[in-house]
C-alpha cells in the first residue's frame, strides 16, 4: 500500500512516463510519419542513447499560419486588419477616401495587385500602431472573442490543427519548450498563444513593430509606433530564433506556401546532434483548403534536406477539433470575402 | 508510514514549501530590506492572498552589470573588449597604428575621454562582429575560462554577488522566472549566465548586435555583423522586456550608476497589481567599490517612487561567495588596469 501510494505521488510528479502509456498522437493516422515523429523523441528523450538530448536542449519551434492554424483563403491576422480597418472607418470617415483603407473597405482586390507589399505595410502600420501594449492586445482579443471564419465557420482560435496541438502536448511532456515562430505580429500572437497552444507569451517570435516606451499620465508605457521594425519570414527566421531563443531547435515544424520556412528548417538541420524538421503539404482540398507552391521549392528543399513531409490528407486522422458553439458576433463586420480574395500573393506573403 | 512516503514524494514535486523552512536568504542581514523582499514574495505567493500573483506573472528581470555582479572598475565585458583586442593585433600587428584599437593597446585614456562613444562602439562592434553565433561564444568562453577580474582577482563570473545569487535562486523555488535585463551584449551573457546564475539563454536580454543568417560551407549559421542593432538600456529597457517576455515584470532589480535602471523600474511600478523595485547602491568601500551617481537620480527616483534601496554597507552580509581557485591563465594579456581606467565615463556609459 506504502508503496502504491508512492508510486502515485511519484507519478503525479512527471506526465512524461504517463504520457508513453497511451498513443499521445491520436488524430494522426498510423503510417511513417507518425512513426517518425513517436521514433525521434523516443531516441532524443532516452537516456544513454547515442541521441540523447538534455532537456535544457529540447527546443521545438513552429510556424504558425498554414502550420498551426488555417491561413485559407487569408491568414487569420488578415482578417484582424479588416475588421481595424471597418472600425477605424467607422470612426473617421474620411477614410472611406484614402487609400489602401479604401481599397480594403470596397474589396478592391486590384488595388492591392497593383501596390503590393507597400499597401499592406502601411495597412498593417496603421492598423497595428498608434497604440499602448495593453489597448493593442484589448483589440486582439475583442476581435478574437467576436468574429469567425468566413470559410471554416468557427472562431479563429478553433481554425487551429487538432494533431499540431497533440503533437505541441506530446513535446512539452517530453521536456521540450515549444515556441512559435512566425511571420504573424508577435503581439496578435502572444493575446490567444497560451489558451489556443499552451505556448507562453514569451515564447513567441514573430514580425514586430518599432516600439518606445514613455510616461503617459505617469505611467511608463510601451508605446506602438506605426512602422516595421522586422519582418519574420524566410532568411530572417533564424535570427529571431537566435535573438528570442539562443539555440538551434532541435524540432522544426512549417509548411509549403512561400518558402517561408526553409532556412529555419535548414537551421535546425544544421545543429551538432539529431534534429527533426516537420513540412505540412496541405493537399486536402475536402477537410481544410489545398495549394501548392510556385516551382514546389519547399517540398524539393525536404526531399533534398532530408526534412519530414506530413500529408494533411494522408497522415492527419483530424484536422480540426470538435468545432466550439459559435459566439455573439460584434458590431465589427468582417470585409466580405470572395474568390477574388485568393489572387492577393503579396497579401498573404507580407502577411505570412 | 504511508502517510509519511505519500508526504516525502509529494514534497519531491515543489520545493517552494522546504525552502520556507530555513532562511532563503542567509547572505543579507536582517533588517527592513530583507524582510520587505521576503514579505512581498510572501504575499505574492499566498493564495487567496489580495496580492497574490498566478505563477504565469511571476516575471522577475535583473541588471546586470552592478547588480548581479561587479561592474568596477570597468565592466567585465570591457576586459573581454581589451582581451579581443590583444589577440586581434597579435594576429594583425596593423592594428597597432589603428586607432581606436592603438588606444586601448597603449592603454591611451584621453583618446576615448575625447572620442567617446564612438569609438567605443566601434570597438564592440570590432571585437564582438564578423563571427559566427558558435565562434562568438567559443571566445567568450575562453575569455571567461583564462582571465582573472584585476581588482577582484578571482574569475569573472565568481564577481557574482552571494546575496543576489540566493535571491534568484528564492525567486525561482517560488515560481518567478528569472530574466537578465542588460546594457551588456545579449550574447556575450547568454554564454556564462546559466552556470553563474542559473538563468537560461532565452531568458537573457542585452544589447545586439545586427545578425544575418546564411549558408557558409552548407550549413546555415547566424552571421554576427559588425554593427549595432540596438541597445538595451534606460527608456529601452522596458522595449527590451516587452519584445522578449510580453509582460510587465512583477520585480525589477538595478542598481545606482548612470540611471540605466529607472525606466526597467517604472515600468515594473506600471503593471496593475503588486510589485517591487529594487535598488542596489553601492556604498561599501572596503568590501566591494563605493560609487555614487551624478546628482543621485536613480536614489531620489526610489524615493518619489517608492523602489526598495538596497545598501551593499547595510544589507549585505557577504558579498561574494567563496574564492574559487585561480585557474590557469592563456597567453592573453589583459591590458593593464590602474587608476586613470576609473577615468572613462563614456566607457561605462556604454558598455553597461
Not at 26 to 54: C, H, M, Y
Not at 292 to 311: H, I, P
Request: with cysteine; hydrophobic share 40%.
Amino acid at each position: 500500500m506504502a508503496k502504491l501510494l508512492l508510486l502515485l505521488a511519484l507519478a503525479g510528479c512527471q506526465s512524461a512516463p504517463l504520457q508513453a502509456q497511451k498513443d499521445p498522437l491520436p488524430s494522426w493516422n498510423d503510417g511513417p510519419t507518425k512513426q517518425t515523429i513517436l521514433g525521434f523523441v523516443r531516441r532524443v528523450t532516452t537516456e544513454g542513447s547515442a541521441d540523447f538530448v538534455p532537456i535544457a536542449d529540447r527546443i521545438a519551434t513552429f510556424d504558425n499560419d498554414g502550420t498551426l492554424w488555417a491561413e485559407k483563403p487569408l491568414p487569420n491576422e488578415v482578417y484582424f486588419v479588416f475588421a481595424r480597418v471597418h472600425e477605424m472607418a467607422a470612426r473617421d470617415p474620411s477614410l472611406r477616401e484614402k487609400q489602401p483603407f479604401k481599397a480594403v473597405l470596397e474589396n478592391d482586390v486590384a488595388y492591392f495587385q497593383q501596390h503590393g507589399a507597400k499597401a499592406i505595410v502601411e495597412l498593417l502600420v496603421a492598423t497595428h500602431g498608434n497604440l499602448t501594449q495593453e489597448q493593442f492586445a484589448a483589440e486582439v482579443r475583442r476581435f478574437l472573442d467576436t468574429q469567425h471564419h468566413p470559410k471554416l465557420n468557427r472562431p479563429f482560435t478553433a481554425t487551429a490543427y487538432a494533431p499540431m496541438l497533440e503533437l505541441l502536448a506530446y513535446l512539452r511532456a517530453n521536456g521540450f519548450q515549444t515556441w512559435l515562430c512566425s511571420g504573424g505580429t508577435i503581439d496578435f500572437m502572444r493575446v490567444f498563444s497560451y489558451q489556443t497552444y499552451g505556448i507562453r507569451p514569451d515564447q513567441v517570435i514573430g514580425t514586430e513593430l518599432k516600439r518606445e516606451s514613455k510616461v503617459i499620465d505617469g505611467r511608463r508605457v510601451i508605446w506602438r509606433l506605426p512602422a516595421v521594425e522586422s519582418i519574420n519570414d524566410k532568411e530572417t527566421k533564424p535570427v529571431g530564433i537566435d535573438l528570442h531563443i539562443g539555440k538551434r531547435p532541435v524540432i522544426a515544424g512549417g509548411n509549403v506556401l512561400s518558402e517561408g520556412d526553409i532556412a529555419m528548417m535548414e537551421y535546425s538541420k544544421g545543429r551538432q546532434g539529431p534534429s527533426l524538421q516537420l513540412l505540412i503539404d496541405h493537399d486536402d482540398a475536402e477537410r481544410e483548403f489545398a495549394y501548392q507552391e510556385k516551382d514546389n521549392v519547399s517540398l524539393n528543399a525536404a526531399r533534398q534536406q532530408g526534412f519530414t513531409v506530413v500529408s494533411v490528407k494522408r497522415d492527419w486522422r483530424n484536422v480540426f477539433g470538435a468545432q466550439p458553439g459559435a459566439k455573439q458576433t460584434s458590431s465589427v463586420e468582417p470585409a466580405p470575402m470572395d474568390r477574388r480574395s485568393m489572387a492577393v500573393p503579396q497579401f498573404l506573403q507580407v502577411a505570412r
